[in-house]
């Protein structure tokens, strides 16, 4: 379920004087990453009907009804009615991986940190659509975005690592306390979700560019372990069978099972810790 959010659409930037340009350089590259899952425009900040950080916190029934659908989604494509918990598990991925490619797109492809508030990631399965409203950008000091408003520099690599798993993890962390009820899972397991989505998120980014090398070495240097609140690492490894190697060069072992296994034994991810185990 690395890559499973069926949609395609807008993600869209704010035009906010002064800083138009900056979010139109940030985002043009992912435009092209994302295009099978979502477009990328330039435009007003999240809001109206779509489902943000904000709204999936404090609306339990739009929690709830996400659910629902995703459980009839499933039941129609596959066949089998999922338990609720992984109908949830879908919801959050779904909005997870969406959110974390959105912050760690722009750093592996220009070096930019977006930072982004509960309402500043929007999301609409409905029009395909997805809004993307920072409210400022870390970069490096060599960068020619530096200085402009709405930027801030830091001083070096390590730091905009930093800078971006803060970001990462003050987007999604309310989201993944508020699931954690419909998941029926502790800390530790929505929070090695959010290792997961993060390492996947750079992973796809560099598989679609042709940079999957560049990807591993870049999630890997982000997840090394010990990072909390993440838990576990990006723990990419060689390939070693066939399953693997069509995927790509390299592949992982997931932190937490994305239970897509329950619809049916052959739905088994080539990055699922069952597998692993035998």
Known sequence: MTTAVAASGTVAVPQAAGRVDVLRETYARLTEVLQPLVRLDVTSRAGGAQVTGERLVQDAALREWLVDMAGRRIADGHGVTPRRDVAALDVLHQYAFLATSAMSGPWFLERRVPWVGP????????????????????????????????????????????????????????????????????????????????????????????????????????????????????????????????????????????????????????????????
Not at 211 to 233: K, M
Request: net charge neutral.
């Open 119 to 278: 309402d500043g990631i929007g999301y609409d399965a409905a029009s395909g659509s997805l809004t993307v409203s920072p409210s400022y950008i870390s970069c490096l000091p060599d960068d020619p975005a530096a200085g402009q408003p709405g930027v801030r520099v830091v001083a070096d690599e390590e730091q905009l690592r930093t800078v971006l798993r803060h970001a990462v993890a003050h987007h999604l962390g309310p989201v993944l306390e508020e699931f954690r009820p419909l998941l029926r899972r502790g800390p530790r397991a929505v929070w090695g979700l959010a290792t997961d989505e993060l390492a996947e998120s750079i992973w796809y980014v560099g598989r679609t560019t042709g940079q999957e090398r560049r990807a591993v070495e870049a999630a890997e240097a982000l997840l090394p372990g010990r990072t909390a609140p993440f838990v576990g690492a990006a723990g990419f490894r060689p390939c070693t069978d066939a399953a693997e190697k069509a995927a790509g060069e390299a592949t992982r072992t997931r932190n937490t099972c994305c239970m897509w296994y329950t619809l049916g034994p052959e739905k088994l991810c080539v990055t699922c810790p069952r597998r692993n185990r035998g």
